[in-house]
C-alpha cells in the first residue's frame, strides 16, 4: 500500500525535474551557439513572485515546475497521525515580465494544474483515488519602483497591483457526475485582486549580503460553482510576508534564506464560513540560484513548514519544492 501512496507523486516530481534538465541544457547550448477541504493546495501563481523589476524593453520569462505535498493531518496546531490519504498538487507556471520603462514592469503569468488524492480505507483494505488536471487561473501585474537601488542609496521600493483571472477549471466532475470539491479544481471560478510591495537593502562594498522583504496580499470574489442553487463560494482572502537574505557564493551561484508567513481566511459558502478552511504558516524556505550565462538562470528551492496552524482538523503542507529557469531576452543581468 505504501509503494501506492508514492508512487505517482514520484512520477510527477521526475518528470518535472526532467523537464528542467532538458530546458537547462538547451539553453546552454543555445547561448553558446547563439474529501476534506484545506487552504493549502491552491494555484501557486504568486511562488515566483520576488523579482522586484526588469529594465526598460527587456523580456524576462520564467518557468517554474511547483511540487506540494499535502499529506500532514492537523488539528490547530496539533500533528495527527495520517493513516488515510495522501494528497499532492503539480502545477506548471508560466511568467513573462516586460520593463516598459526602467521603473515600471507588466506581469503575466498562468498556470496549469493537477492534483490528486488518494484515500485509503483500511475497514476493506482499498484504496480510492481523486485526479483532476488543466489549465489554471491566470495573473496579470503591473509594478512601479518608488526608488532605485543606486550606490550613493542602497535600497529599492517597488510596488504594484493586478487581478486575479479566473481561467482555470472549477466545476470538474467524477464519471459518476459527481462535482468534485473546490480545493480539488484546477481553478478558482473567481475573479480577484492582488496588492504587492518589495523593499530591498544592499551594503556595497562591505559586503555583497542583498536583505530584502515582500508582502502580497489578495483578496477574492465569488464563485458559483453550485450551479442549480443559490449558493455562492468564496476563498478565504490571504496575506504572504517575507523576510529573505541573499548572496553570491562561488562562480555563478546564490544562495537565498527566507521566512514566510501566511495567514489564510476561511473559505466562506453564502457568507458562512467553512469550519475545515483557513490557517496561519510560518515556513523556511532555503533556494540555489544558479546563472548559467548572461541570459539564463536556474533555480531551485524549497519550502518546509516550522508552525502551522489550521482551522479545525485539515491535511496540511508537509514540503514544497520547485525548479525554475529564467531567460532574458536582453543580455543584462538581473537580481532576484
Excluded at 515582500?214 to 465569488?222: H, P
Excluded at 496575506?239 to 466562506?268: C, M, P, W
Aim: glycine share 10%; charged share 15%.
Amino acid at each position: 500500500m505504501n509503494v501506492l501512496r508514492y508512487t505517482k507523486a514520484d512520477e510527477l516530481l521526475k518528470i518535472g525535474i526532467i523537464l528542467f534538465e532538458v530546458m537547462f541544457f538547451w539553453g546552454l547550448s543555445s547561448e553558446n551557439s547563439a474529501a476534506q477541504t484545506c487552504s493549502c493546495a491552491g494555484p501557486p501563481l504568486l511562488s515566483s513572485q520576488d523579482i522586484a523589476s526588469t529594465t526598460r524593453g527587456n523580456l524576462l520569462t520564467v518557468l517554474t515546475f511547483d511540487f506540494h505535498n499535502i499529506s500532514n493531518l492537523y488539528s490547530g496546531s496539533e500533528k495527527l497521525t495520517n493513516r488515510s490519504f495522501h494528497r499532492y498538487t503539480g502545477s506548471f507556471l508560466l511568467e513573462a515580465d516586460y520593463g516598459i520603462t526602467n521603473k515600471l514592469t507588466f506581469i503575466s503569468m498562468l498556470s496549469y494544474v493537477h492534483k490528486e488524492r488518494e484515500t485509503f480505507h483500511r475497514g476493506v483494505n482499498t484504496v480510492s483515488n481523486v485526479t483532476t488536471n488543466g489549465l489554471g487561473d491566470a495573473s496579470l501585474i503591473l509594478r512601479y519602483t518608488l526608488h532605485k537601488n543606486r550606490f550613493g542609496q542602497q535600497y529599492e521600493i517597488t510596488a504594484g497591483g493586478g487581478v486575479h483571472i479566473p481561467t482555470g477549471e472549477s466545476r470538474q466532475e467524477s464519471a459518476d457526475g459527481i462535482q468534485y470539491q473546490a480545493d480539488m479544481q484546477p481553478g478558482t471560478g473567481a475573479w480577484g485582486g492582488i496588492l504587492w510591495a518589495h523593499a530591498s537593502k544592499t551594503f556595497l562594498p562591505a559586503s555583497t549580503i542583498n536583505a530584502f522583504a515582500i508582502l502580497t496580499y489578495q483578496f477574492n470574489g465569488s464563485n458559483d460553482r453550485y450551479r442549480n442553487s443559490n449558493m455562492d463560494y468564496h476563498f478565504g482572502n490571504f496575506l504572504i510576508g517575507t523576510l529573505g537574505l541573499s548572496n553570491k557564493f562561488g562562480k555563478g551561484f546564490q544562495y537565498t534564506a527566507i521566512l514566510r508567513y501566511r495567514n489564510v481566511r476561511h473559505d466562506e459558502i453564502n457568507g458562512n464560513d467553512v469550519a475545515t478552511t483557513g490557517g496561519r504558516w510560518f515556513s523556511v524556505a532555503p533556494g540555489i540560484n544558479y546563472q548559467i550565462n548572461n541570459r539564463w538562470t536556474a533555480r531551485l528551492s524549497g519550502q518546509i513548514p516550522v508552525y502551522q496552524y489550521v482551522n479545525n482538523t485539515q491535511p496540511t503542507t508537509r514540503f514544497t519544492t520547485s525548479v525554475s529557469l529564467f531567460y532574458s531576452f536582453k543580455k543584462n543581468p538581473f537580481s532576484f
